[in-house]
């Protein structure tokens, strides 16, 4: 299929994307690296009336770091992060979640701005994003916005940012003090790859050996990523052996609104979370040991 008709504006800076997008009403829609809307455009199942290119706006692309937060523009491709030395040593967690998105042509097109706001059910980012409380922040009508991970994701495909907003940069917490390891699972659809259930971790090993601190990400499994709260509660002060570890991921599915489809049921999904849970947590210690 062929996308239906629209007009193209290719803005060079923010202000002009505003202006692009005031002048399109209800009937812009804004480009990145193209990997989930080009596909849509393609279906018909997005017919906007003009599509606004980001790629040539000014200032949208870069890592930079600010103090503890790895700072990241939104039209920064995943492959960028994936080679920048500050990422790999101050927020492993990303490295270890984009390098299972996709294959390297969606990593070289694909942008962490377009990942987070299409917010795809099944997309890894926001699993890393709510795990490691990052902040989203964007610019629009009536100026720029701040907002956490955990109450970005709304819906399937729906954020909280307004219909007139860019996403502008997302910053990172760093996860380098010691006694703290990540680690991202993930059951991979067969046909997609996309994730059918995937589990970010990030967890604080104390003085004592035991869990200090666990953040669990939960992507894949329900309308949108949320944190498996039950489970951070229950591994803290708890030994990071398997036994604990499987004790306190029996709760990781609550609170999660289970999707089923024809590849996995609800129930399979609820499963796929308490294992995969396990499996990055005991990871993430692991690596936290060093
Ligand atoms: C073959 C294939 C396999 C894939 N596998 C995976 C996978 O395993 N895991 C995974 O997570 N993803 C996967 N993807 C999707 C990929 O991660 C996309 O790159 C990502 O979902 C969208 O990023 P993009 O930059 O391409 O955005 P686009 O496709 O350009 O845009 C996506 C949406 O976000 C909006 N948008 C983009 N940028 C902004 C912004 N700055 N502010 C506000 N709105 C914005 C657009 O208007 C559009 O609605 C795959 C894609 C393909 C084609």
């Known amino acids: 299929m062929y996308p239906s008709n629209f007009a193209y504006a290719a803005p060079t ?20 690296g193209g990997q989930s809307l080009i596909p849509m455009l393609k279906l018909r199942l997005a017919e906007p009336g003009t599509l606004i290119d980001l790629g040539r706006v000014e200032g949208l692309r870069g890592i930079r770091v600010d ?23 101050r ?27 299409h917010a795809d059910p099944s997309g890894d980012l926001p699993a890393a994003a709510v795990a490691l409380d990052a902040k989203l922040t964007s610019t629009g009508p009536d100026g720029s916005h701040s907002y956490d991970a955990a109450s970005f994701f709304q819906d399937v495909m729906m954020t909280a940012l ?26 991979r659809h067969p046909a997609s790859g ?9 967890v604080t090993v104390g003085a ?3 869990c200090q601190s666990a953040r669990i990400g939960i992507t894949g499994a329900g ?39 024809a590849y996995a049921s609800s129930d399979f999904r609820a499963h796929l979370i308490r294992v995969l849970a396990q499996r990055a947590i005991l990871q993430a210690a692991q690596n ?3």
């Open 288 to 290: 936290a040991r060093g």
């Open 91 to 117: 927020c492993p967690l990303l490295i270890q979640t984009i390098s299972q998105v996709g294959d390297p042509q969606v990593r070289s097109r694909g942008t962490i701005g377009g990942s987070l706001a």
């Open 67 to 89: 103090g503890d937060n790895i700072v990241i523009g939104a039209m920064t491709p995943y492959y960028q992060v994936l080679d920048s030395a500050d990422v790999q040593r």
């Open 13 to 32: 800076s923010l202000a002009d994307v505003l202006a692009q997008m005031q002048a399109a009403g209800d009937d812009g829609k804004l480009l990145a």
């Open 162 to 187: 307004g219909p007139n907003e860019v996403l502008t940069s997302v910053s990172f917490p760093a996860t380098d003090s010691p006694g703290t390891g990540t680690a991202y699972m993930k059951h």
């Open 208 to 210: 004592d050996g035991n």
């Open 223 to 261: 309308s949108h990523a949320t944190r498996a709260t039950s489970t951070e509660q229950a591994l803290a002060g708890k030994p990071l052996d398997a036994q604990s570890v499987a004790a306190a991921c029996a709760t990781a599915a609550d609170g999660v609104d289970l999707m089923g489809d």
């Open 194 to 202: 996309y994730a059918v259930v995937g589990v970010a971790a990030i």
